[in-house]
T-cell receptor, first 114, second 112 residues
């Protein structure tokens, strides 16, 4: 089983460039999430989608946009990348809403903004 | 303010040397506490969910316990393959939606 698949795994951007991180899950989960992980900080929620067609801001949404394309796919877009967005980004999904149950994570996308 | 604190930040054990990791929390309206394991370069992998004080869960060499203020992850006779970062996360009731708060993790290294 693939579980949660993220692309790309690595990306280097220059300040001001844009890019989209893609995420797809094959577990028929309703809820999907985007987190960022930085050294010395816990995972922080950027955006989440409780179900197809809905998205909500998390703890650190500024500078990001998301699209829940369908039940399987949830993308994260950086419109104008900044060095502060250098991080490891994780997509996750769950059967239950908003972390009430087990989260399944992808392997991460490592983004460097120069 | 909601807070989840894990200690120690890093722990080095010899193979077979049992120990415990701590996750202390100050949140109102606890709905659950989760433990995850994260290997280098990978995403977190779910281990346990605990819902109420006094609850315990076991899986192989790992045992998680919960009190009203903290959770412990006990590792009995660890092996090198138990080396990883262990994350705890607290789910609290947030009105319209719940909020999941992650700790910063404990990096465990088990030497043969």
């Amino acid at each position: 089983n693939a579980g949660v698949t993220q692309t790309p795994k690595f990306q280097v951007l220059k300040t001001g460039q844009s890019m989209t991180l893609q995420c797809a899950q094959d577990m028929n989960h309703n809820s999907m999430y985007w987190y960022r992980q930085d050294p010395g900080m816990g995972l922080r929620l950027i955006y989440y989608s409780a179900s197809e067609g809905t998205t909500d801001k998390g703890e650190v949404p500024n500078g990001y946009n998301v699209s829940r394309l369908n039940k399987r796919e949830f993308s994260l877009r950086l419109e104008s990348a900044a060095p502060s967005q250098t991080s490891v980004y994780f997509c996750a999904s769950s059967a239950l809403a908003m972390g009430a149950g087990e989260l399944f994570f992808g392997e991460g996308s490592r983004l460097t903004v120069l | 303010e909601d807070q989840v604190t894990q200690s120690p930040e890093a722990l080095r054990l010899q193979e077979g040397e049992s120990s415990s990791l701590n996750c202390s929390y100050t949140v109102s309206g606890l709905r659950g506490l989760f433990w995850y394991r994260q290997d280098p370069g990978k995403g977190p992998e779910f281990l346990f969910t605990l819902y109420s004080a006094g609850e315990e869960k076991e899986k192989e060499r790992l045992k998680a316990t919960l009190t009203k203020k903290e959770s412990f992850l006990h590792i009995t006779a660890p092996k090198p393959e138990d080396s990883a970062t262990y994350l705890c996360a607290v789910l609290r009731y947030g009105g319209a939606t719940n909020k999941l708060i992650f700790g910063t993790g404990t990096l465990l290294a088990v030497q043969p």
